[in-house]
């Protein structure tokens, strides 16, 4: 079956550095991609979404990259803060089928910022 | 506005016995999304309604079922619990009638099958 998968299970960083955290995704006909944030003993947090028609999105300090030749996700978080602590997940999103729309997860990664 | 709440926050079964966990949505979100994460894994997708059908469901056995009720609050029965059972059970919302586009999620249902 189709899967979601990332290359880091953990990943530890220095407060203030950059964070880049990277999926791999199986299904090269999906045309939404989503990160989510999970902190502990909470669900899932949207942070950023990016369609397949876009190779690069940027929020608030985060940068979602789209490399669909590779079919590989990367989440790059700026000036990581104690707060971003938590385990980062990639979903995608495959096209609309009859039977319906689902997200399918990752295992995730967990990013632990250093003081 | 009040966002996806899950009861109960946690659940303790006998293996056996049966579980019912529950969703309500963000207001104005037909569709609800059932979602189990196991320990150590990613969220594998449970369960799907919309407009109070079931819509589509992942590769879980019968046992595993549920509903959606006229105000879109949905309900997620696991009959004849095992112990591989035990896990989150996160819902989620959405505003998209087949779409996980603006998804939200609760904070879902810690389920510990003994």
């Known amino acids: 079956g189709e899967s979601v998968g990332l290359h880091l299970p953990t990943l530890s960083v220095q407060e203030g550095d950059n964070s880049i955290i990277n999926c791999a995704y199986s299904n090269s006909a999906s045309d939404y991609f989503i990160w989510y944030k999970q902190e502990s003993g909470k669900g899932p947090q949207f942070i950023i979404d990016?369609?397949?028609?876009?190779d690069k999105r940027q929020g608030q300090r985060v940068t979602v990259l789209l490399n669909k030749t590779v079919k590989h996700l990367s989440l790059q978080i700026a000036a990581t803060q104690p707060g971003d602590s938590a385990v980062y997940f990639c979903?995608?999103?495959?096209?609309?089928?009859?039977?319906?729309?689902?997200?399918?997860f990752g295992t995730g990664t967990q990013l632990k910022v250093e003081l | 506005e009040a966002g996806v709440t899950q009861s109960p926050t946690h659940l303790i079964k006998t293996r056996g016995q049966q579980a019912t966990l529950r969703c309500s949505p963000i207001s104005g979100h037909t569709s609800v999304y059932w979602y189990q994460q196991a320990l150590g894994l990613g969220l594998q997708f449970l369960l799907w309604?919309?407009?109070?059908?079931?819509?589509n469901r992942g590769n879980f056995p019968p046992r595993f079922s549920g509903r959606q009720f006229p105000n879109y609050s949905s309900e997620l029965n696991v009959n004849a619990l095992e112990l591989e059972d035990s896990a989150l059970y996160l819902c989620?919302?959405?505003?998209?009638?087949?779409?996980?586009?603006?998804?939200?999620f609760g904070s879902g249902t810690r389920l510990t099958v003994v």
């Open positions: 990016i369609r397949s028609n876009m």
């Open positions: 979903a995608e999103i495959p096209p609309l089928t009859g039977g319906g729309n689902k997200l399918t």
């Open positions: 989620a919302s959405s505003f998209v009638s087949g779409s996980n586009l603006g998804n939200t």
């Open positions: 309604y919309d407009e109070g059908e079931e819509r």
